[in-house]
């Protein structure tokens, strides 16, 4: 009995040798592995933000007829890029003719009952002189040269008038611009109350992009950027970037303005508007686009994507001790434009080493032997 105990006690004995042995070449195995590891200072980086947004030229103007017709000649083409005063639209109605002519006529009947009446008048006014007829008669005169006076008066406002009409007939280009879809055609019956206007003329000298910020990125932009009011702030934004719908960066720099003083209690957000030069005519209004904000990040610690991972809805990497052992911190971030790096706002110090590859074989407690990189080769985004 004493034997077979003394048996399993040194065999017990021998297990855990062999255990102890093997955790030690594990560790050691481990500890001879390098690491490529980066040392971390803080930088200023920009980062940039993006905001679908629809396009409208500078003024949009909408081209419906002044009086009832037919649309009898249309002389641009949808898309035409057209000039203040240049002919559009020609539309026909006997009606306005014919009211010219009649105004016109009344004006020569007027004139003569003017002239009628100014004769009874110079021919009255010796004979009151000489006593020969009343002043009753002069004075009933005067008052019927006054009246045929006042009639001339309305004839001729009422050419006026009819002229007026007659010019609707004709419709010019208010303004530059270019022109939008024509959705009547000739011999259409157009009148000042139709629901579609015979075209639109957009003014696309300049372009205003419409996009919206929610309540939470509006607070944080006031309170980041400089200025006293709410106005000087906005002023103060950084330039925009405009881009296209075929991911095209359209040169020009847009000035940011709030559109809207409200936050919209559908959408929660308020409307701002970026306001591009377009002298190349290249963007149309109408068109959708998104524009791009720039903004500035301060001491904040560039690592690659390579260098985290995340567990339970939380971003981690690993940092090298003195000893060279390695421990998994929490961090929070920003990412980078490209996606491939992390912009660390917290969970990070100056001077602090962090392993950027291989960090799936690693726990905490595990000795490494660090191998410094270049800091530039992984914290540039963009290479």
Request: glycine share 6%.
């Amino acid at each position: 009995m004493k034997r077979a105990l003394l048996k399993i006690c040194i065999a017990s004995a021998i297990l855990v040798s062999c255990s102890h042995e093997k955790q030690g070449n594990m560790m050691r195995g481990e500890a001879s592995k390098e690491y490529e590891v980066i040392t971390v200072t803080p930088k200023s980086v920009t980062i940039h933000q993006d905001f679908p947004a629809t396009i409208e030229g500078q003024r949009v103007i909408e081209i419906r007829p002044m009086i009832n017709g037919y649309l009898k000649e249309i002389y641009v083409n949808e898309g035409d890029r057209v000039k203040k005063g240049q002919l559009l639209f020609k539309i026909s109605n006997p009606q306005y003719e014919q009211n010219v002519i009649t105004a016109k006529a009344k004006i020569n009947s007027a004139t003569a009952d003017v002239n009628s009446a100014s004769l009874e008048v110079e021919k009255v006014r010796p004979l009151v002189d000489k006593g020969i007829v009343s002043t009753y008669r002069l004075k009933s005169a005067e008052l019927t040269l006054d009246t045929r006076q006042a009639a001339l008066e309305q004839a001729k406002a009422d050419l006026s008038n009819a002229e007026t009409n007659l010019s609707y007939t004709i419709i010019r280009s208010p303004e530059d611009g270019m022109i939008g879809t024509i959705p009547y055609k000739n011999g259409a019956l157009v009148s000042s109350n139709n629901t579609k206007a015979l075209t639109t003329l957009s003014d696309i000298r300049n372009v205003f992009a419409y996009f919206s910020r929610n309540e939470k990125q509006l607070l944080d932009m006031l309170s980041e950027t400089k200025g006293d009011t709410p106005e000087e702030k906005i002023s103060n934004l950084p330039q925009a970037t405009l881009v296209l719908a075929n991911d095209y960066e359209y040169p020009e720099k847009g000035k940011v303005e709030l559109a809207s003083g409200l936050i919209s209690t559908q959408t929660g957000s308020a409307t701002f508007k970026a306001i591009f030069p377009n002298r190349s005519g290249l963007i149309r209004s109408g068109s959708s686009a998104t524009v791009r904000l720039p903004e500035m990040l301060d001491s904040v610690y560039v690592i690659p994507q390579s260098a985290t991972y995340e567990l339970q809805n939380k971003s981690f990497i690993y940092l090298v001790g003195q000893d060279n052992k390695v421990t998994a911190v929490t961090f929070t971030s920003l990412p980078s434009d490209d996606g491939k790096y992390y912009y660390v706002t917290s969970g990070l110090k100056n001077g602090d080493r962090v392993v950027v590859e291989g960090i799936s074989s690693l726990r905490t407690g595990v000795q490494i032997i660090p191998k410094e990189e270049n800091a530039l080769s992984y914290n540039s985004p963009g290479k």
